[in-house]
């Protein structure tokens, strides 16, 4: 520990030993729930074993490791000095921490902000800041959804529409049929992909639910990234989000 506190930038720790009890595995999860992000600390349990005349051969157990899932609900669920959370507000950051551990261990594109959202969206970048691919979890209504949002000052009409005239071919891309929604009484517009199918308060749906969102948003992307990339806005149009 002395070491470590002489240490800049990211550090793991690991400790092996042949075993390992409760008391030190809870010291090892204390450390990862407790410190800052960029220090892990993993504790593995070493063993010998041998098959038939074979060499005796070590294999290593992990029994305590870092898990990013409880560091962000603990980061965020401190609230940053804004107060407490409620319950629900609690759930959405569980949920989408959730999400992006199921990201992580699939080295998926997108990535949840830090700390996680404590509300029903979380949004991800595509590169151009007029437009926003948005993850929705309504735990009220069990609406789960995947949208791309055309959110300009003042262009976003002219965006929707220049898209709409592909819009056969887009949904033929895609793979469903989408919601094409041009939100004349709001700034935003948006394509969207909604299901109805899942029990989002249910945490033994969570994989099924985040497989479905990040399944979507690689369609999106894949549909419309070219398309993002070549759009030019109206003359006279800064590109700037809302």
């Given at each position: 520990?002395?070491?470590?506190?002489?240490?800049?930038?990211?550090?793991?720790?690991?400790?092996?030993?042949?075993?390992?009890?409760?008391?030190?595995?809870?010291?090892?999860?204390?450390?990862?729930?407790?410190?800052?992000?960029?220090?892990?600390?993993?504790?593995?349990e070493v063993e010998v074993l041998r098959i038939g005349h074979s060499p005796p051969a070590p294999r290593f157990n992990i029994v305590g490791k870092p898990n990013s899932?409880?560091?962000?609900?603990?980061?965020?669920?401190?609230?940053?000095?804004?107060?407490?959370?409620?319950?629900?507000?609690?759930?959405?950051?569980?949920?989408?921490?959730?999400?992006?551990?199921?990201?992580?261990?699939?080295?998926?594109?997108?990535?949840?902000?830090?700390?996680?959202?404590?509300?029903?969206y979380c949004g991800f970048g595509i590169g151009r800041t007029a437009f926003w691919p948005v993850a929705l979890a309504g735990m009220r209504d069990n609406r789960l959804s995947?949208?791309?949002?055309?959110?300009?000052?003042?262009?976003?009409?002219?965006?929707?529409?220049?898209?709409?005239?592909?819009?056969?071919?887009i949904d033929a891309e895609f793979g469903e049929r989408l919601e094409w929604l041009r939100l004349d009484d709001q700034i935003r517009s948006k394509v969207a992909i909604v299901t109805t199918e899942f029990r989002l308060t249910d945490r033994d749906q969570w994989p099924q639910q985040h497989a479905w969102l990040l399944d979507r948003l690689q369609k999106f992307?894949?549909?419309?990234?070219?398309?993002?990339?070549d759009f030019r806005l109206p003359e006279g149009q800064q590109e700037a989000p809302n």
């Amino acid at each position: 520990m002395t070491y470590l506190a002489g240490q800049e930038g990211h550090v793991t720790v690991v400790w092996i030993a042949e075993t390992f009890r409760d008391e030190h595995r809870a010291a090892i999860d204390w450390l990862n729930a407790s410190t800052i992000s960029g220090f892990d600390f993993f504790a593995v349990e070493v063993e010998v074993l041998r098959i038939g005349h074979s060499p005796p051969a070590p294999r290593f157990n992990i029994v305590g490791k870092p898990n990013s899932w409880s560091r962000s609900v603990t980061r965020a669920t401190r609230g940053g000095g804004e107060g407490e959370l409620d319950e629900r507000e609690r759930e959405y950051v569980a949920y989408w921490s959730a999400f992006d551990a199921f990201l992580r261990e699939r080295n998926a594109p997108f990535k949840v902000p830090d700390p996680p959202p404590s509300n029903y969206y979380c949004g991800f970048g595509i590169g151009r800041t007029a437009f926003w691919p948005v993850a929705l979890a309504g735990m009220r209504d069990n609406r789960l959804s995947v949208e791309l949002q055309f959110n300009h000052r003042t262009a976003s009409k002219a965006i929707f529409d220049e898209f709409s005239k592909e819009r056969d071919a887009i949904d033929a891309e895609f793979g469903e049929r989408l919601e094409w929604l041009r939100l004349d009484d709001q700034i935003r517009s948006k394509v969207a992909i909604v299901t109805t199918e899942f029990r989002l308060t249910d945490r033994d749906q969570w994989p099924q639910q985040h497989a479905w969102l990040l399944d979507r948003l690689q369609k999106f992307k894949r549909v419309f990234r070219d398309r993002i990339k070549d759009f030019r806005l109206p003359e006279g149009q800064q590109e700037a989000p809302n």
